[in-house]
């Protein structure tokens, strides 16, 4: 049996400006409201689905990438000047892991959910 994650929805404060942030920092296009959701579709397979709450848990999304991609990805958490740590409980050391010979990063999106990177699994 295949199981594919579709979507998952992503609570936000403010789900444009969320949707907004995780497109641009990801490099990916956020391309407006989708119904009552803000989607950013990750790859074929994923869509983030943002929407508004007021109260809600802070999450952890981790996303495997290519060594290409996190350094595409982790300069824009960088040039953007976003806090960034090595491990979940280290998210604000401002260093990164070398875990399994890859490396790995965490920073935090605007509502506190924690986004990790890692180019091993």
Same mark, same amino acid.
């Given at each position: 049996?295949?199981?594919?994650?579709?979507?998952?929805?992503?609570?936000?404060? =403010?789900?444009?400006? /969320?949707?907004?942030?995780?497109? %641009?920092?990801? *490099?990916? #296009? +956020?391309?407006?409201?989708?119904?009552?959701?803000?989607?950013?579709?990750?790859?074929?397979?994923?869509?983030?689905?943002?929407?508004?709450?007021?109260?809600?848990?802070?999450?952890?999304?981790?996303?495997?990438?290519?060594? =290409?991609?996190?350094? /595409?990805?982790?300069?824009?958490? %960088?040039?953007? *000047?976003? #806090? +960034?740590?090595?491990?979940?409980?280290?998210?604000?050391?401002?260093?990164?892991?070398?875990?399994?010979?890859?490396?790995?990063?965490?920073?935090?999106?605007?509502?506190?959910?924690?986004?990790?990177?890692?180019?091993?699994?």
């Amino acid at each position: 049996m295949q199981i594919t994650l579709n979507h998952t929805i992503v609570p936000s404060r =403010d789900k444009v400006r /969320a949707a907004e942030f995780f497109a %641009k920092i990801f *490099g990916l #296009t +956020y391309e407006g409201s989708h119904g009552h959701f803000a989607p950013v579709q990750v790859n074929d397979t994923l869509t983030l689905d943002y929407d508004n709450r007021d109260e809600f848990e802070a999450h952890h999304y981790a996303f495997h990438v290519t060594e =290409d991609d996190f350094d /595409a990805i982790f300069g824009r958490v %960088k040039d953007e *000047g976003i #806090t +960034y740590g090595s491990g979940p409980y280290n998210s604000e050391d401002m260093d990164i892991n070398h875990r399994m010979g890859g490396r790995g990063v965490y920073f935090k999106d605007p509502d506190g959910h924690l986004l990790e990177l890692m180019t091993r699994v």
